[in-house]
């Protein structure tokens, strides 16, 4: 890109006129943003790798090792028997009462319906609302690159495609969403259809967790994303370790004409192939919420429609029952020793 290209999108970002008495100090800041652009300076701060990794005197990116140590941290809270089992209820809609249009979501309200199931039941929770990029400012999900569809061992546990401080993708989410799903014994996601699939943030997020189905702990094993060094680690034999294996899950998905059958499949079976368990017939639920009528009528049908708030509810109880009995050594996954003969 042109450094003029550059400057005028860079410039964008401050049409506000409290910016016009500012114009040297921008003109300081953007020949500073040209400067790591036109250099291609992803990752500015970095130290090396250290012990346990491939090559410890690789410079890795100071961002990601704050990430790793959060996750390694999150999963010894996971393992340690003597602490409170933990839930994570996610909010895949995008709306919310902070922004346009206005008002809370109908997702959001299930949400905080099935929270106090948890917290009774002994669970610490954590609530990962995923309308909020949509209203905060620095909160992004930044896309999935698809290093993957290169090598699986170009894909690094956490993701390490972001931040790129030289094309200005900072903000990312991901680094503290990965911690919150290593943490969880039971992952519930509460979801609206939108166009007979998953919202925007949710979907950005599922792809984004494509890095915890057999993705490369260690990115000085392929010195950051040198592709040959990838390959030939995948090809000599690689172990697809599936980092979120064993934790369980629960799904609720509502519409209001069509696709939530199908959206609550493809959540299940995204969470089945990373190894994730289902809590069971009363552990996913699907359906319409004032199927048909008004968009504007449709928090007084979900206030109506008892059946449903009891089917979230069900789906609460199942997963909150299934992570206790795991945990009491009482339930055990039939396939745990099994051996996947195509693992990809």
């Known amino acids: 890109m042109p450094r003029e290209e550059f400057e005028r999108r860079y410039r964008s970002r401050f049409a506000d006129p409290a910016f016009k008495p500012l114009q040297r100090e921008l003109e300081a800041i953007i020949a500073a943003a040209w400067d790591a652009y036109s250099h291609s300076r992803k990752s500015p701060v970095t130290r090396r790798?250290?012990?346990?990794?491939?090559?410890?005197?690789?410079?890795?990116?100071?961002?990601?090792?704050?990430?790793?140590?959060?996750?390694?941290?999150?999963?010894?809270?996971?393992?340690?028997?003597?602490?409170?089992?933990?839930?994570?209820i996610i909010n895949g809609s995008s709306r919310s009462e902070h922004t346009c249009p206005g008002e809370m979501s109908k997702t959001w309200r299930l949400v905080k319906l099935a929270e106090p199931i948890f917290v009774d039941m002994g669970f610490a929770v954590d609530i990962l609302d995923l309308s909020r990029p949509a209203s905060e400012f620095g909160k992004q999900i930044h896309p999935c690159k698809s290093c993957v569809s290169t090598s699986m061992a170009l894909c690094h546990w956490p993701c390490s495609c972001y931040p790129n401080y030289s094309l200005g993708q900072t903000d990312d989410w991901m680094n503290e969403i990965y911690p919150l799903w290593v943490a969880a014994h039971g992952i519930m996601i509460v979801s609206p259809v939108n166009w007979y699939h998953a919202p925007t943030?949710?979907?950005?997020?599922?792809?984004r967790l494509v890095c915890a189905d057999g993705g490369n702990p260690d990115p000085s094993s392929t010195h950051g994303k040198k592709a040959e060094e990838a390959k030939s680690l995948e090809l000599k034999g690689w172990p697809y370790p599936r980092h979120l294996?064993?934790?369980?899950?629960?799904?609720?998905?509502?519409?209001?004409?069509?696709?939530?059958?199908?959206?609550?499949?493809?959540?299940?079976?995204?969470?089945?192939?990373?190894?994730?368990?289902?809590?069971?017939?009363?552990?996913?639920?699907?359906?319409?919420?004032?199927?048909?009528?008004?968009?504007?009528?449709?928090?007084?049908?979900?206030?109506?429609?008892?059946?449903?708030?009891?089917?979230?509810?069900?789906?609460?109880?199942?997963l909150a029952n299934t992570v206790k009995l795991s945990r009491a050594g009482k339930l055990e996954n039939p396939g745990k020793s099994l051996v996947n003969p195509n693992p990809k």
């Open 49 to 88: 790798a250290g012990s346990g990794f491939a090559d410890p005197g690789y410079e890795i990116a100071v961002d990601w090792l704050a990430t790793r140590e959060a996750m390694l941290q999150a999963q010894r809270r996971h393992d340690d028997a003597n602490e409170m089992p933990r839930i994570l």
């Open 201 to 207: 943030t949710l979907k950005a997020m599922m792809d």
């Open 245 to 318: 294996a064993g934790r369980y899950f629960g799904i609720v998905v509502h519409g209001d004409s069509v696709g939530a059958e199908t959206l609550r499949r493809s959540l299940s079976d995204w969470l089945t192939d990373m190894c994730l368990i289902s809590s069971g017939r009363f552990g996913e639920a699907d359906g319409y919420v004032g199927y048909m009528e008004p968009y504007a009528t449709s928090h007084q049908a979900l206030d109506e429609d008892a059946a449903f708030r009891q089917e979230t509810l069900n789906v609460a109880k199942a």
